[in-house]
T-cell receptor, first 114, second 114 residues
Framework: DGGITQSPKYLFRKEGQNVTLSCEQNLNHDAMYWYRQDPGQGLRLIYYSQIVNDFQKGDIAEGYSVSREKKESFPLTVTSAQKNPTAFYLC?????????????FGPGTRLLVL | GDSVTQMEGPVTLSEEAFLTINCTYTATGYPSLFWYVQYPGEGLQLLLKATKADDKGSNKGFEATYRKETTSFHLEKGSVQVSDSAVYFCALTANNFGNEKLTFGTGTRLTIIP
């Protein structure tokens, strides 16, 4: 079955530590996205990528980094510079960047700070 | 900038009641409009979409009509079930020619009581 997988489901970060969240898709989609969800708020865009080896900052990119070395994979690193990392992180993908294209979401990773 | 305003929650209804969740938007041009649903502990699933004025999106008994004159995309269902309990997000993508990010509302939590 085609879809988006995210791992791990729960992740714990210690003070000063970088952690990496995995996102893989087998939908053959060109575009991939990372969102952050906080309680009582909508989703906010962190980074997005339209094509391999290219990505752009979203609305809240500070303290995060990404890479897009393969079409199927778009890992997100939460660096120690992100002072408030506790949130639910959602990865999404879409076929392309055509207007009105539907984004499909993974199951999410919940990041907690120890 | 683009924005989505959703009905404040939480909303609690009895099974078989009629549901309306209000959504209004502000956007330049002619956005595409979406409703996503999030079940507890999961990612978002596309519920329905509409890409031009007067279009009606429908799925699983839910409907929403793209009203350009009132800039609205209200979600309705004639008879809700316990399994409809979830958080519902209204969202849009505006035609920004290469910046097709989703802008989300804050979500409306729906609880259906048997």
């Amino acid at each position: 079955d085609g879809g988006i997988t995210q791992s791990p489901k729960y992740l714990f970060r210690k003070e000063g530590q970088n952690v990496t969240l995995s996102c893989e898709q087998n939908l053959n989609h060109d575009a991939m996205y990372w969102y952050r969800q906080d309680p009582g708020q909508g989703l906010r865009l962190i980074y997005y990528s339209q094509i391999v080896n290219d990505f752009q900052k979203g609305d809240i990119a500070e303290g995060y980094s990404v890479s897009r070395e393969k079409k199927e994979s778009f890992p997100l690193t939460v660096t120690s510079a992100q002072k408030n990392p506790t949130a639910f992180y959602l990865c999404a993908s879409s076929m392309g960047r055509r207007f009105g294209e539907t984004q499909y979401f993974g199951p999410g990773t919940r990041l907690l700070v120890l | 900038g683009d924005s989505v305003t959703q009905m404040e929650g939480p909303v609690t209804l009895s099974e078989e009641a009629f549901l309306t969740i209000n959504c209004t938007y502000t956007a330049t041009g002619y956005p595409s409009l979406f409703w996503y649903v999030q079940y507890p502990g999961e990612g978002l699933q596309l519920l329905l979409k509409a890409t031009k004025a007067d279009d009606k999106g429908s799925n699983k008994g839910f409907e929403a009509t793209y009203r350009k004159e009132t800039t609205s995309f209200h979600l309705e269902k004639g008879s809700v079930q316990v399994s409809d309990s979830a958080v519902y997000f209204c969202a849009l993508t505006a035609n920004n020619f290469g910046n097709e990010k989703l802008t989300f509302g804050t979500g409306t939590r729906l609880t259906i009581i048997p």
